[in-house]
């Protein structure tokens, strides 16, 4: 069964313990700039949400890699291979989600893998506002359904989704 | 089904194994026009300067992909299409008959009409084979002029500068990628290229590359100036491969002209990539859009019709993405906005930062950056989206660096229960 990051940002903080994690687990530093995760902080509103790749299932950023650097692995997860990425960037204008960085630092482009099976935010955030779930129970086809539904109504979930 | 496809870009190989997906059983012929395995010009640069081999261009990397999925890759060119007899001949004189037939032979450089211009030592910055030649020429210190500073232009720009020459940029325009970037913009790219020493003349036309005394080559511009040159890099644009089909019957224009199903007016022959004028998202019309999204895009929505699966394209989003020497630029929709519309613009030329955001309504509609990399496919989901931004239009006028805000709100809005990521219309 396939697990998924699910998020719940009526129960975020805004504590960003899942950016520090995300940061230090993937590049051996605190440096919230080139965490995976994001939390965005609507202050007028006093909330705070947690962002971060869905793992799409046709995924933008794998169609439009121009070398074959990003690939799904037997867990569903779009992973970024260093040794062929090219540093081109056009995942990064491709992802609409915007959940594709480039890092500077090392020329390469960087974006959630699930840290390989065991997230690090999850496992960081105190709130149990992200979690790490069997998609069934973490509403992952309700996901699909909403990523599914547009201004028109009519477009499917990803580049290759058949109509 | 036999489906036989024709160039083996990123559209050719999307579309073959897009095939194989759906018909598992069909016949399915990959030709190529070079003699290649798969790769993809996009990697070009990088092999340019070092980043990868050869090996590291190919669009598929697992050793026996085509074979695995049963896709015939053979060497072409096709030369000419026989719409009634329903076949193709290839430049050896061998022929094959299809069912169904897709064009994605993509497009080749312009090359201006310049006096010298087969002279050795100039070279276009197209294929493998471009790409061989000037890693000969390209020594270190050496004087090389690159003709013009487009898009495709200053890609190649940012690997001859790592390359270590001694780098002249002439470009016709008056600023640097004029089609994708505006006079700011353009005009921060130039200034960061001349910090670096790289030489940039605009509004300059090249008249003759001669045999010169202090290099290989001299350049002699329009204007007068004469430029050394060890070696010469042509890239001034490039046009669709439609010459084969001439008196095919198949219809062309700029490119090969498509229904919404990337269908051409004979039926069973499609077309997809910088061959084909798709849809253009923003103006609703067919137009050229040679990026690499848009081959991939193109290639499915023709491969699911090729397997009977009836799919309409909506349209494509242009958008580009340029490091031109670790300024990093981009643009998405109509960046150029329209009248009547709003702007949002934030303009730090120290800093490198530049960002012009375009509304109609209260939607997005385009976009350009400067020294933006953070969450960058925002923009793209906002103006593929189009959904209103409501008071996160004002918030974004007022500061536009709150881009990433304005599109996690504008995702949230609506029912929410359960999982609250975004929601994206996406093309087909």
Redesign the interface.
């Known amino acids: 069964m396939q697990k998924a990051l699910?998020?719940?940002?009526g129960k975020c903080t805004g504590c960003k313990q899942c950016e520090m994690a995300c940061s230090y687990v993937n590049e051996g530093e605190f440096n919230v700039?080139k965490s995976r995760i994001?939390v965005?902080d609507?202050h007028e509103e006093a909330r705070f949400?947690p962002?971060t790749c869905?793992q799409c299932d046709e995924a933008?950023c794998q169609?439009?890699c121009?070398?074959?650097a990003i690939t799904t692995n037997e867990m569903g997860v779009k992973v970024v291979h260093d040794n062929?990425c090219?540093?081109?960037?056009?995942c990064?204008?491709?992802?609409?989600?915007?959940?594709?960085?480039?890092n500077?630092s090392t020329?390469k482009v960087i974006k959630c893998d699930l840290c390989g099976g065991d997230p690090a935010c999850a496992a960081a955030c105190p709130t149990d506002a992200i979690t790490f779930q069997d998609v069934e129970q973490?509403?992952?086809d309700?996901?699909r359904q909403?990523?599914a539904?547009?201004?028109?109504g009519t477009?499917?979930?990803?580049?290759?989704?058949?109509? | 089904m036999y489906h036989v496809i024709l160039g083996a870009g990123p559209a050719g190989v999307t579309a073959a194994e897009t095939i194989r997906k759906h018909a598992p059983d069909a016949e399915i012929t990959l030709i190529g026009g070079e003699g290649e395995p798969p790769y993809s010009r996009m990697a070009i640069p990088y092999l340019l300067e070092g980043k990868i081999g050869e090996d590291g261009t190919h669009l598929r990397q697992e050793d026996g992909h085509y074979e695995t999925l049963g896709i015939a890759y053979r060497h072409g060119p096709v030369i000419s299409v026989d719409t009634g007899a329903r076949s193709v001949t290839c430049a050896d004189g061998s022929t094959l008959g299809f069912d169904t037939l897709l064009i994605a032979t993509g497009a080749t450089p312009i090359r201006p009409p310049i006096e010298g211009l087969d002279s050795p030592g100039v070279h276009t910055c197209w294929t493998l084979e471009d790409a061989r030649r000037i890693t000969e020429h390209a020594q270190k210190g050496e004087p090389v002029v690159l003709v013009g500073a487009g898009f495709i232009g200053c890609i190649i720009l940012e690997s001859l500068a790592k390359m270590g020459v001694d780098l002249t940029v002439v470009e016709r325009g008056d600023r640097m990628v004029p089609r994708m970037l505006d006079e700011t913009a353009g005009n921060m790219l130039r200034h960061w290229c001349e910090g670096q020493d790289v030489r940039v003349i605009t509004e300059a036309e090249v008249d003759a590359i001669r045999s010169g005394d202090r290099a290989a080559l001299a350049v002699h511009l329009k204007d007068g100036q004469t430029l050394p040159a060890a070696l010469v890099v042509i890239a001034t644009g490039v046009r669709s491969n439609i010459g084969f089909l001439d008196g095919s019957g198949i219809e062309t224009g700029a490119g090969v002209k498509v229904d919404p199903y990337h269908e051409t007016n004979v039926p069973g022959i499609y077309a997809a990539g910088d061959v084909a004028e798709g849809i253009n998202l923003s103006t609703g019309h067919n137009d050229m859009l040679a990026i690499q999204p848009v081959a991939v895009e193109h290639a499915y929505i023709a491969a699911l019709n090729m397997c009977g699966i009836a799919t309409e394209h909506r349209g494509s989003l242009n958008m580009n993405v340029l490091d031109t020497l670790g300024l990093i630029s981009s643009s998405f929709g109509t960046w150029e906005g329209v009248e009547g519309g709003d702007r949002a613009v934030l303009t730090d030329e120290a800093a490198g930062r530049y960002i012009r955001l375009e509304f109609e309504g209260d939607r997005l509609i385009g976009a350009q950056t400067v020294g933006l990399t953070d969450h960058v496919g925002m923009l793209r989901g906002l103006i593929q989206t189009g959904l209103p931004l409501g008071a996160w239009k004002n918030k974004l006028i007022d500061s536009p660096t709150r881009i990433a805000e304005a599109y996690v709100a504008v995702m949230q809005q609506g029912p929410v229960s359960g999982y609250t990521g975004p929601k994206v219309a996406l093309p087909a």
Do not use: H
């Open positions: 699910t998020i719940d940002p700039s994001r965005f609507f949400v962002y869905t933008w169609q439009a121009p070398v074959n062929l090219v540093g081109c960037k056009v990064t204008i491709a992802c609409p989600f915007g959940t594709v960085n480039y500077a020329g973490g509403g992952f309700k996901m909403w990523a539904r547009t201004t028109a477009e499917p979930s990803g580049p290759n989704a058949p109509a």
